[in-house]
Every structure is written in C-alpha cells, then in structure tokens.
C-alpha cells in the first residue's frame, strides 16, 4: 500500500483518500469544524491547512505575500508554500505533509480560529456544549490569544425553534454546514440550507417545513458548537460530570453502537450518542435510537410483586416456588417464554432451566411490536436481540408469544415461566388467558402486560444496568456495558432464574457472569466476529 509522510511519520492510504481521511484512519488528529468521514467535504472552515510537500519531481507550490518585519517596521515581499485543506487534498505516494511544528502552519490556523471568533458571543457559561466544543479547545491549541476587533458583534437570531428536538442559536454558528449536508445526504431529507453571505451567514428551515425527520438529534450531534442543541438535553447537565458507558443501542435490532452518558452522583442517565462502528450503524443513530436511554429508568418493576402486590424478592422466590409446585410431574404441562428485549446470558440461562433441569421443550418469544422501519438505520423489529433468541433456541425456533396465548385457552399448558414483560399481542387476551393457569412466573425488567398478568413477578434489570451480550440482525454479538447501579430490588436477569431454579430444587451453579459466558460459550458462541473489534477511531465532533 502506498504511503504519505505527516509529520515524519509513515502513513498508508488508500486510492482516492484525503489526507484528514489516511490521517483520522491513523489516529492522527488534523484540526477541523466542517470536515466529518460521513460526509462530502465542503472545505470551508479552513481549520485543517497542512502545509505539503510534493513528491520528488515536482515543483512546490509557492505563494507571494507581505509579511510584517519588526525590524524595517514595514510589510515586505517574501514566499511561503501554499497551505491546502487536508480535507480535500488527495493523496499522493511520497508526498510529505506538517501539520504540527510548522511555524506557517500555526499561524494560518490561529487567524482561522481567530475569524471564527469575531462575532461569536462569549456564553460559554451556559452552552451546552462547552467541555466539549472544539472552539474552546482550539483557541487554546492554536490561538491563546484576546479579541483584538473592539467594534459591535453581528448580532442574530437566538432560540430559533427548528421543530419538535432543535433549538437554533445563529450567533454561535460557524456555518460548517454539516447540519445542512446531514440532512441532505444521510437523513435524505434536504429542509436546511445557507442564507446571506459573510458574516450574515445563517441556516435556516425551508419555508412551511420543520426539522421533523427521523434523524433530528444526530443533525444537532454532527454540530461542532453549540449552535444547535438538543431539547431533550438542553440545559440539564455538565458534560464533565457525566460518564460514559459503551453500550448497544435498545431501540430496533439495527443494534447501533452508543455511548450512554450518565451522572454517577444521581445514578440518571442523560443522552444516547452514536459510537462508530462502520459495520453496524457507521457515524449515526437516529431519533428513537437516541432517546432509548430512557426506557433504562421508566416504566421499571422496582420491586418483586406477588398477586400484583409488593414483595420482598425473598418472599417472591417462595411464592413462586408455592406457584410452580407440581411442574416436575409433566413438563409438555410447561411453556418457557424467552424475550427479545434481554441479554442472550439472560435468555441463556432460562434455556438451561428449561431444558436441563425442568425438561421443558415448548419456547416461545415475547417482546416489542413491530414498528416503523427505513432504508438507512431504523429496523421493523423493534427489539435488540431477536436472532440472539433464534440462535440460542436452536430448532424448532421459539414460536410468536400469541400462539402460546391460543395454546393456553385450549388447555396445552399449566404452568408459564417468561422472561420480560413486552408482548404483541393485547394486554387483556394476555392477561384472560394467564389466568386460567396454575402458575406463572416473569422475571421483567419494566412492569408490563407479562409482569400485571404474572402471580409472581422477580424485577431484573434493565440493559443499562448490567453487562450483556445482543446479536443484532447482521448476526453480530455486541457487548453492552453496565452503566447504572440497578434501581430498588432489580438483580440481573440470568442471577434471578438462577435463583429460581435453586428455589425449585435445581443446581443452577452460575454465580457470576463470567460463569453464565462460560456455560454459554460451547453451545452459543457469543460472537463469530464482535461488531466492537470492527469500531474505528472516535470522529470527533
């Protein structure tokens, strides 16, 4: 492969790349605002000038200009090389760049940064983005210096309301335009464009529409300032005082590598953000995606209930093991119900109560509707971990949860032992149907129809709250990590049925996680190629 030199050190590229791309791909960080690896390269900031070197044989390219001697106290004639955008720059084999340690270099980019600055308000106290905004970061790294212009700021339009997620601040804006290629080249819906020139410049909402398309948070994400801002985020937390998790994202079985930021004081967590994976999900999430974070603390089974009334998780493992009595004398009397919306170590370990110690063989899938889908990131199945169940199970592969409710009206089963507590179907045919049984028993992370219906409901913990494993619809094992501590009695799901299982009188002996992954690992390996392995470096923002 041939290869450039940045900054003396060997870089290979590949035919067509730019510099920024060979350099980013390298982990060598090139100074930037508009330049991002999703999108066309606009070229206009002006922040990633290198200075380069052409390869043997071919003259440099030189520029005339006046510069400044204290001496002569004057302008004088001299020549510099010609600074180029790195983003737009190809590469050529030989070809020699600086990008640090060139005094010309430096300098250009200190007066970028400094035009950049000249009518940009100075509230950093209240942007959400400061702590981590590269205007910030880069008037330390390239300018360091005060404002020199004394006269009046162009001042814009603040607060602008773009549609239901997005707040526009033009005062803050540096026309990148990321916003504006998002939409058009990845969202595929072209509602944002420049107006004015100069230092007029704004962007601005095509007439009679709003921001409403499904990838609004990701156009606030693309932002490098603080120039658009995310309603839900808006003015509710300090970036440094939350902490990150890698996590996979809850909302469809697209399985989007995330970041999940919380604040470890409150145990809350505040925003979903994509993590790059170019297998999965590249640069982006969309909206839905995005705001998943909240089902880790909503609509949570705080606490075990038994006949639909607090327990304590003691008190609920007797109970379940009063409801379950008599499952020994004929398994065919079981149906297991495996969810979609948990971890394969969870589901691993009902499997193994199941068919090891109960001797169950009836399996059924329970979890969220279908939903809405597209061509870019959104899946119709709205549920994590879908072909995560169908590989665990094997064959005959768990069949939907409505024909479990048609088996139990027509007399197949006494007893039901499920895993979550989202199903398809209607909650009153659920809840008809559950009660005609001798016993059933959920273990659910949210209180929903499963866990009302259920005679015992054990709380476990939502994805946020523990690690495990997701296989998303490509056949990719994602490993999410724990986040949150778990809210009330919550226990993880695979350290429940485990604890069911001693209760009934089997010797379910995983006591750790590592110990469910072990089990799991002949049977069900948990990835024949880790979506994680396959992240490429961070873009930064």
């Known amino acids: 492969m041939a290869t450039i030199k940045i ?10 790349e730019t510099i920024i791309k060979a350099a980013h791909r390298a982990g060598i960080d090139i100074p930037h605002y508009c330049w991002h690896p999703g999108l066309s390269v606009a070229a206009n900031c002006r922040m990633c000038l290198v200075e380069v070197a052409p390869p043997p044989g071919r003259p440099a390219m030189q520029l005339d200009i006046l510069r400044w001697d204290p001496e002569k106290k004057d302008y004088v004639p001299a020549r510099k090389p010609k600074l180029v955008p790195a983003c737009q720059q190809a590469c ?62 162009v001042h814009k339009p603040k607060a602008v309301d773009f549609g239901p997620t997005i707040v526009y601040d033009a005062e803050r804006c540096i026309i990148c335009t990321r916003c504006v290629r998002f939409t058009a080249e990845v969202a595929k819906d072209p509602v944002l464009s420049v107006r004015e020139r100069g230092n007029l410049n704004e962007i601005v909402v095509s007439p009679g529409r709003e921001l409403d398309h499904d990838y609004t948070l990701m156009t606030e994400h693309v932002c490098p300032v603080g120039a658009l801002t995310s309603k839900d985020f808006r003015f509710k937390a300090r970036v440094w005082f939350l902490r990150s998790a890698r996590t996979v994202c809850q909302g469809c079985a697209t399985g989007c590598n995330a970041y999940l930021d919380y604040d470890p004081r409150s145990n809350v967590p505040h925003r979903h953000r994509p993590r790059d994976n170019e297998e999965v999900n590249k640069y982006w999430m969309c909206d839905e995606g995005m705001l998943s974070y909240r089902r880790a603390v909503e609509g949570r089974l705080g606490t075990a209930l038994v006949g639909g009334e607090d327990a304590s998780l003691e008190e609920a493992l007797a109970a379940a093991k009063d409801q379950l009595a008599g499952i020994k004398d004929d398994p065919s009397r079981v149906a297991i119900v495996l969810s979609a919306q948990h971890s394969n ?13 109960i001797g169950a063989k009836d399996l059924y899938v329970s979890g969220r509707p279908l939903g809405r889908g597209d061509k870019i990131l959104m899946s119709e199945d709205k549920n994590p971990n879908t072909l995560g169940v169908m590989q665990l199970a094997g064959a005959p592969a768990p069949k939907p949860i409505a024909a479990l409710f048609d088996a139990i009206k027509a007399g197949k089963y006494s007893f039901v032992i499920a895993l979550g507590a989202e199903i398809e179907v209607d909650a009153k045919d659920a809840e008809s149907a559950l009660s005609k049984l001798k016993g059933v028993v959920t273990i659910a992370a949210h209180d929903g129809p499963l866990a009302r219906a259920a005679h015992v409901a054990l709380p476990a913990t939502a994805w946020a709250e523990a690690d495990g494993t997701y296989v998303n619809r490509q056949g990719l094992a994602q490993k999410s990590e724990r986040a949150l501590k778990p809210r009330g009695d919550a226990r993880p799901g695979w350290e429940l049925v485990a604890k069911l299982g001693k209760e009934l009188g089997y010797a379910m002996t995983e006591k750790t996680l590592a110990d469910v992954r072990r089990a799991m690992t002949p049977e069900a390996p948990l990835a024949s190629r880790d979506a994680d392995r396959a992240a490429k470096p961070e873009v930064s923002a």
């Open 92 to 153: 050529a084999p030989g070809m020699e760049v600086l990008s640090e340690g060139s005094d010309h270099v430096e300098e250009a980019r200190g007066a970028v940064q400094e035009l950049l600055l000249l009518n940009h308000p100075v509230d950093c106290p209240i942007c959400d983005q400061a702590g981590e905004c590269r205007l910030q970061d880069y008037w330390l790294e390239h300018q360091g210096t005060g404002k020199r212009m004394q006269q009046e700021v």
């Open 7 to 16: 900054d003396g050190r060997e870089i290979p590229f590949e035919q067509g």
């Open 345 to 357: 170590e969870d589901n691993f370990a009902l499997l193994k109560l199941a068919r090891t110690f």
